[in-house]
């Protein structure tokens, strides 16, 4: 057989290149190291010459580099004797190394099955300039690189004809071509070393007609198929990382040259490409297109990136001029890859148009079953149908627009393709599938209870909620831009917004809710007791995120119109002014919140009689009212009659019973049963654990802070502080700087650091607690007098008087203006300040303050002195 005069092709060696340029090294510099001429390493760096063995050796050793990078695995051939490469070689392949790398180690492995190689992914994730970059790496390694189309059986037949004017066969002149595509199948099956690229494979089964059944050389397949069954392995091409992608961009936009480290570029440059590769969601090809067209127009990247942010589908349709194998733009790829799903699968197509408007990394394939109903009617037999749906999912796997995830039950779909999607359909058919895709997500919201969230039931049901709140958060964005008004969405709204409050996500939470307050108004009035219901979901958020000037006004709002309403319902009249009595619970404010409470209990009642289980509730917060006040007799009396009416439910084994512990725990705390209190959080935990409540809720970490106020009486220190710690981060990150149970938090920690005498740790964080309890309460709330009186008595325990001393004048400031002079505070505070003004020599005012004493009210004074005799020993270090 005639052989064809080789083709002669000079591979530039880039990475010897750039490693020689990154250590700063002339050629001259680099040949004086190894012991050759520049003009030899010129040779090498274009590709003229291959170093030699030796060579290899002496530049692995100057570089410390991975040798085939370097060229040591290429043998003395410099050129294949066949090759039908259509493509140039890419100067802007980026960041696909560890994809060659393995792809290589599979292709050598001594096993038969790994002669046949899957590069797959979504269209424009390079998988071809992937397969061409292979080819040109490894050119030297073999004795044929031949590259055939294969997108359909047409096209790989018309490839495997050219294939047989490559190889130079003689029946290439044959009339009936299927004699070539013999023949090169023969070729295939008796030759070795030879390397086929079958380029954006759709359909596998279409090449048992083209592959012998034994081979000795290498095959790799470039396509969009999630699942390739002739392959043993695929290698998944992942979008590009935001630096992966901004450094192809820099690139490809000639703001660095090629040979140029990320670094190169100006620190502001770096950032906005990032900025530009996270729009894009690090699709090479939509990167490649914006390189382009910054660089044939001459935007600066902040100027594309604005221009992209109002304009993106525009620029999504532009290719550019250099396209290096890939003349499509991101929006055409796309939009053929639609178009052929919809003549394959109808629904397939109606079920990437839902999922544009879903949340695109964990579409739940169990969310559009439990809604199928509302899916329109091609898509809704087909999502009530198992064998169905899968079908339609595998054919969106197939072009690999759905991607499956690691845990087998969601999928995630790239960004790009749903701004495409978005751009092709109408804004009314927009409006219609919008709101298919609010009713859907409202029923798997419904299916796992979220009715319930109000309800003593609330913890159980977060579990199941939160895979939902993604796709809500996406949707509220396009609730707002498409104009969907509807109670639906309301109640999507709503849905979403308590339950990510109910996990203590107020940040997210926050924009929900208020959407579902305005949304609510425009449908149903401001004057609607659902508006009324839906304002109060905004209050318990601003409560709980410690925005208290905030919630109190929308409280009393829900309340007013609860009232108001022409029919008034006295059970949701009495939720309204518990929810008041829960505030100024929270606010220290005791005597209006006893009387919101009472109010509550007495309308409920009357309502549902005496022994209602709803009542519970009320008391359980009436319970926590008097904990707070000291009243044990009074908490121990209303918590008995609210455990009994839990029992008469028979709900003894609910997680409801977790606040209930809650409550016994701080009374045990309070009453210095520290051992039963121990006890009940940890079975409190265990309730906890078994319904996979978050690690971050809000409930789990109050009982965290209650056992480490056990840990700390029962001088468990290591523990205590494992446990404040591991808090304070929870409540940091959860709730921000400012929160009052971040305060508590603090407070507890430094009393622990005072117990040990670590007194230089415990002072800076009563002064955080300080600065928080002062910004949430005011200069006079009791819990801020209490706190300038423990710091002030750190600052005198540990000398440091003139930090101490206006602490105590601050404190007895407020009291007089909070609660006059003959309050039991000022005769607190007073027995504390008299020994720092007899410490530091000011023996007339400790007389006068001493003088002062005797006209306070005798019956308490030495109730005072106690406490105050408490106070002193707390600040006194313990044994550790």
């Not at 007609?209 to 290698?235: M, N, W």
């Not at 409202?442 to 609330?458: H, K, P």
């Not at 404190?811 to 005769?827: N, V």
Request: charged share 25%.
């Amino acid at each position: 057989m005639d052989k064809k005069k080789p083709h002669k092709k000079k591979i530039p060696n880039t990475w010897l290149r750039q490693e020689r340029e990154l250590r700063g090294w002339s050629q001259a510099e680099l040949a004086d190291k190894i012991g050759t001429t520049a003009r030899e390493i010129s040779r090498w760096e274009t590709g003229e010459n291959p170093p030699g063995p030796f060579n290899r050796t002496q530049l692995h050793a100057a570089f410390e580099q991975n040798p085939v990078k370097l060229g040591a695995d290429q043998i003395i051939r410099r050129y294949p004797l066949y090759e039908n490469i259509p493509i140039d070689r890419s100067p802007y392949f980026t960041s696909r190394e560890g994809v060659l790398q393995k792809l290589r180690e599979l292709l050598v492995a001594d096993k038969a099955t790994a002669l046949k190689q899957a590069v797959k992914g979504l269209g424009g994730t390079g998988k071809t300039q992937i397969a061409l970059e292979y080819a040109y790496r490894y050119y030297n390694t073999y004795r044929a690189i031949l590259w055939a189309g294969a997108d359909s059986p047409e096209m790989l037949f018309k490839s495997f004809v050219q294939i047989a004017e490559t190889l130079n066969l003689p029946e290439r002149n044959e009339q009936e071509q299927k004699q070539a595509v013999r023949a090169v199948r023969r070729w295939l099956g008796n030759n070795t070393e030879w390397l086929l690229i079958l380029d954006n494979l759709e359909d596998p089964n279409i090449l048992a007609d083209f592959l012998p059944l034994k081979y000795d050389g290498h095959v790799l397949v470039t396509t969009r198929a999630q699942t390739i069954g002739i392959c043993e392995h695929s290698i998944e091409v992942e979008k590009m990382s935001n630096e992966e992608g901004a450094f192809l961009l820099l690139r490809r936009a000639g703001i660095i040259s090629l040979y140029d480290p990320f670094s190169k570029a100006s620190v502001n440059d770096q950032e906005v490409a990032k900025k530009i590769s996270e729009e894009v969601d690090g699709l090479p090809l939509a990167l490649d297109q914006a390189g382009a067209y910054i660089a044939e127009h001459g935007y600066t990247l902040s100027e594309y990136l604005d221009l992209y942010r109002v304009q993106h589908i525009e620029l999504l349709r532009r290719r550019g001029i250099a396209t290096f194998g890939h003349p499509a733009s991101v929006y055409v790829t796309f939009e053929l890859c639609f178009e052929r799903i919809k003549q394959n699968n109808q629904a397939a197509g109606e079920l990437l148009q839902f999922c544009a408007y879903l949340h695109p990394d964990t579409i739940l394939v169990d969310m559009i079953v439990t809604g199928a109903s509302n899916l329109g009617p091609i898509l809704e037999p087909v999502a009530a149908n198992h064998i169905q749906l899968t079908d339609a999912i595998d054919e969106l796997l197939k072009y690999s627009l759905f991607r499956r995830n690691t845990d087998g039950k969601t999928f995630t779909m790239h960004r790009l393709v749903q701004a495409v999607i978005l751009d092709k359909i109408g804004k009314q058919e927009q409006q219609q599938l919008m709101e298919r895709v609010v009713q859907v997500i409202d029923s798997a919201y419904e299916a796992a209870g979220s009715s319930l969230i109000q309800d003593n039931e609330r913890y159980a049901i977060i579990q199941y909620t939160a895979q939902y709140d993604s796709h809500a958060l996406h949707c509220a964005k396009l609730i707002e831009q498409l104009g969907i008004e509807n109670i639906e969405a309301v109640f999507l709204l709503l849905a979403a917004g308590n339950s990510l409050r109910e996990r203590g996500l107020y940040r997210s939470a926050k924009p929900l809710l208020k959407q579902a307050v305005k949304l609510c108004e425009r449908i149903k009035g401001p004057e609607d007791p659902f508006t009324a219901h839906c304002i109060t979901s905004l209050a318990c958020l601003y409560e709980q995120a410690g925005q208290y000037d905030r919630a109190e006004p929308l409280y009393q709002r829900a309340l007013e119109i609860n009232e108001c309403a022409p029919e008034p319902n006295y059970v949701i009249i009495a939720y309204s002014l518990n929810n008041l009595g829960q505030f100024y619970t929270h606010r220290r404010n005791y005597p209006l919140a006893e009387q919101f409470f009472n109010k509550a209990l007495a309308m409920q009642e009357k309502s549902l009689g005496l022994e209602h289980p709803d009542n519970e509730t009320i008391l359980h917060n009436m319970t926590i009212l008097y904990l707070e006040q000291g009243k044990y007799d009074l908490a121990e009396q209303v918590d008995k009659r609210a455990k009994t009416l839990r029992v008469q439910e028979q709900r003894s084994n609910d997680i409801a019973i977790v606040a209930d512990l809650a409550n016994s725990i701080l009374l045990d705390i309070k009453q210095g049963n520290h051992d039963h209190a121990e006890s009940l959080c940890q079975q409190a935990l265990l309730i906890l654990d078994k319904a996979q409540v978050p690690p971050e809720h809000p409930l789990r970490t109050l009982l965290l802070s209650y056992l480490a106020r056990i840990y700390t009486q029962q001088m468990k220190i290591v523990q205590a502080e494992e446990l404040y710690t591991h808090v304070l981060n929870i409540r940091k990150k959860m709730l921000g700087p400012d929160h009052l149970d971040l305060a508590e938090t603090l407070l507890g920690l430094a009393e622990l650091y005072k117990h040990q005498g670590n007194y230089d740790q415990a002072e800076p964080l009563y002064e955080q607690a300080l600065d928080i309890r002062k910004k949430a309460l005011g200069l006079e709330h009791n819990a801020v007098i209490e706190t300038l009186v423990d710091l002030a008595e750190l600052y005198k325990h540990i000398k440091k008087y003139d930090h101490a001393k206006p602490l105590y004048e601050e404190a007895l400031i407020s009291i007089k203006k909070a609660h006059g002079p003959m309050h039991e505070l000022m005769g607190y505070t007073v027995i504390a300040y008299i020994p720092l003004l007899e410490e530091i020599g000011q023996w007339e005012e400790a007389k006068v303050f001493s003088d002062y004493l005797r006209l306070l009210n005798p019956e308490w004074v030495e109730a005072v002195r106690t406490l105050q005799k408490e106070a002193f020993e707390r600040c006194e270090p313990r044994e550790k």
